[in-house]
Nanobody, 118 residues
Framework: QVQLVESGGGLVQAGGSLRLSCAGSGTDIYFARMGWYRQAPGNQREMVALITRSGPNYEGSVKGRFTIGKGDSKNTVNLQMNRLKPEDSGVYYC?????????????WGKGTLVTVSS
């Protein structure tokens, strides 16, 4: 079974940093896209950062503060979050996509909670 497992969430004060990690398993293929989405209470899930063969893409409010990068192991991705703000709080979900995966090719992790206190 193909799955994604996140780690690294937690509670941090505004201005602090956190690093999220995600590891994929259960497949021999390399994911075409990997990244992070987040969902705050009452809000829709939104893209935070994605990385493809063309490079990274960021949601506007995190540009210059967050950095996405592939890990050293196959199908791993990290998100370094600096200068965190209370509005960055939410559940962060790891995302991956490949056309050969079942259905629409998307898979999601279960999420990790990030709370930024003011």
């Amino acid at each position: 079974q193909v799955q994604l497992v996140e780690s690294g969430g937690g509670l941090v004060q505004a201005g602090g940093s956190l690093r999220l990690s995600c590891a994929g398993s259960g497949t021999d293929i390399y994911f075409a896209r990997m990244g992070w989405y987040r969902q705050a209470p009452g809000n829709q899930r939104e893209m935070v950062a994605l990385i493809t063969r063309s490079g990274p893409n960021y949601e506007g409010s995190v540009k210059g503060r967050f950095t996405i990068g592939k890990g050293d192991s196959k199908n791993t991705v990290n998100l370094q979050m600096n200068r965190l703000k209370p509005e960055d709080s939410g559940v962060y979900y790891c995302f991956a996509n490949h056309p050969l995966l079942p259905g629409d090719g998307d898979i999601w992790g279960k999420g990790t909670l990030v709370t930024v206190s003011s």
